[in-house]
């Protein structure tokens, strides 16, 4: 990341300062998981279609210890706050704090079996809170990792993604898809990766080398987003329910095709029929666009993107005028090939394709437009695609 600003940054030396004074030990080990941008595939993981991801050079670090008996307690510098509860005491429920995200992860993994000892944590986020760019995912993957090396248990990078998705569902009460676990967990330098959220499969792509991935935060939050992600959630799944009576084959929206949506439209209400034509038009853009992205064809990857915003803003409603505003004023902009919303929508970011050599003038011009037009000035990030989650050695 080569600019923005974060009031937290990770240094090794103040997390194991903080974590001698919370704990009065020394720190035993350090794991980091990163946020993740999403290039294309909106609304489309728990639909069980495609999505295209990069990891972030922003991560969520956590400092761990071992305890002898069965307390977990946590604190987060981001917030200067403690909890501390039982592992034999810690029920599914969202209480909506930070804390829910870590004694959701150490529930699931017990509720499947894995024994864990008690450890001590203290959590360093780089990640920019709710900004859409999964610091709740980041969070999650880095408590699984810190969490599974104290209790030496060795697992795949796919199931920890999977643990960490139902500690989301049960604990902070959203039922998210797989994307943002998955990418913390299975992202690579320099690389997109569509996944294929049913079977979870998935590639990596190249990223070109004269493309910067610039992230524009719109500084707001609207507080519909986690129930209207739901009632999307719910919309999509009334679409299948009414589809599946004249096409018994389909399992979801990611079988149906624009030509039956289209043909079945009259069975439909009007909104769920939006609701529908969005994720599958989006399915078919992510994977045309990772074709384009294999061939280097960058203004196609563009105009797919484009298209993505514009679905998401008019068919699935989950735009707002803030991330308008940024796509609208990076769209005429030398050197920019794409602008999008990214993430589950209702404010946070966008995400911009800009040519290296152009990145300073696109700064300087989003900074003015959006300041000119809302009277806010937006967060701006130039950031590359990073690994996913791993132990820190410094
Ligand atoms: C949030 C969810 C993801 C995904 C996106 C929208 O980030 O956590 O699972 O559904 O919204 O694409």
Redesign the pocket.
Known sequence: MQSGTSAHRYDRRRLTDVFLKVYGTALAGVFRAPGRV?LI??????NEGF?MPAALDMSTYVAVAPRSDRLLRAYSMNFEESFEISLDANNPGASGTWGDYVRGVAGILEIRGHRLPGADLVILGEVPLGA?L?S??AIEVATAVALLSTAGIKLERTEIAMICQQA?HLYAG?R?????QFIACHGKKGRAVMLDCRSLDFRLLPLPEKLQLVICNSMVKHELASSE?NTRRAQCEAGVRVLKTVLPEIASLRDVTEMQLNHHRNLLEPVVYRRCRHVVTENDRVQRAGNALQDGDVPEVGHLMYESHRSLRDDYEVSCPELDILVESARPLTGVYASRMT???FGGCTINLVEMEHVQNFQREIARTYQQKTGMLPQIFVCQASEGAEAVTI
């Open positions: 999403n595939g909106e609304h489309t993981d728990y999505v859409g999964s709740s995912a989301e959203t998210c898809g797989i994307m943002d992600y993430g589950g929508g």
